[in-house]
């Protein structure tokens, strides 16, 4: 009886181990993947489909992503790392978490700032699609006039209105990382000073969230990811639609710098067992194919020279086009340091 059960238990152990990561002879890669978007099944079995090499996948947030990457160190299996903030993406280069590349395919068709600083190694990560960090208001109770910029969220005129995710949520530290390049670290400062005393609550729930009580007039205006608009005026829910009544939505900055732009973008693993194959992963991830998923699929913007969208929800959400911030990604990102401190001091949760 012990023998067996200690085979039993030895092979079960066997097993486990390797039940969940094939052998690099079956052509398959490992990803690691903080996209949240249930359309993405897609993306990966059209890849699958035209590459014949299988995906295995992990899917966390980007914090637990990093954690694990960390814990695992050389022998961790991850050949891709998708992550989906400009953030998360420069913390984990600098963590040493990936492995750099040269690409002509990558270096062609992706925008210079939507990428990592590039070295004589190589460049540590891309965007592959973006995302608008917009305003929600209240179309009953708040004028649009009074919400058209990010500044004007901190103005006393706002005060008791302001609903956001937490600000250290890296949705929010990318855009105050921005913030700060735009204006400067002490008005930065005083600008979150002024966010936190004009809010209508503690920051709680995600970005969804902020856009229904918004809607019901628990807030005035409200922070949020333009994919999250889109996915509710795509709803087949008839009250998912009625909230997008509700609510005007408005692309700040128009007259100065821009809408500030955020990307969710992916890298090779800096241990990865099939870095090749991660790699063509990646080159994939450029195609107009998969840059037409992120349009229609996820209602996000694609990234890639040359790629246009045909999204109804986000071309009337947007008027058709907006002027975008143009500072590199990787700078938001670096700022996050920095901003995180701020927020700290403001008491900004
Ligand atoms: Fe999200």
Known sequence: MKTLSSIGLTLAAALSCAAPWAHAQDKVI????ARHYPGDVQLYAAFTQSTGIQIKRVDADDAGILQRLRAEGAASPADVILLVDASRLWRAEVDGLFAPVKSKVLEDAIPVQLRGKTSADGTPWFGFSSRARVIVYNKAGVPKGQVDTYEKLAEPKNKGLLCTRSGSHPYN???FGAMNEHLGSAATEAWLKGLVSNMARNPVGGDTDQIKATASGECGVA???TYYLARLMR???AEDRAVMDKVGVVFPNQSSWGTHVNIAGGAVAK??????????FLEFLASTQAQEYFANGNNEWPVAKGIKISNPALESMSG?????ETIPVSIVGMNQVKVQQMLDRVGYR
């Open 30 to 33: 490992n990803i690691y993947s």
């Open 173 to 175: 530290l990318s855009l």
């Open 223 to 225: 922070l949020t990811n």
């Open 235 to 237: 709803s087949d829910k």
């Open 271 to 280: 241990n990865a067992k099939n870095p090749a194959y991660a790699l063509q």
């Open 320 to 324: 058709g086009s907006f002027k975008a």
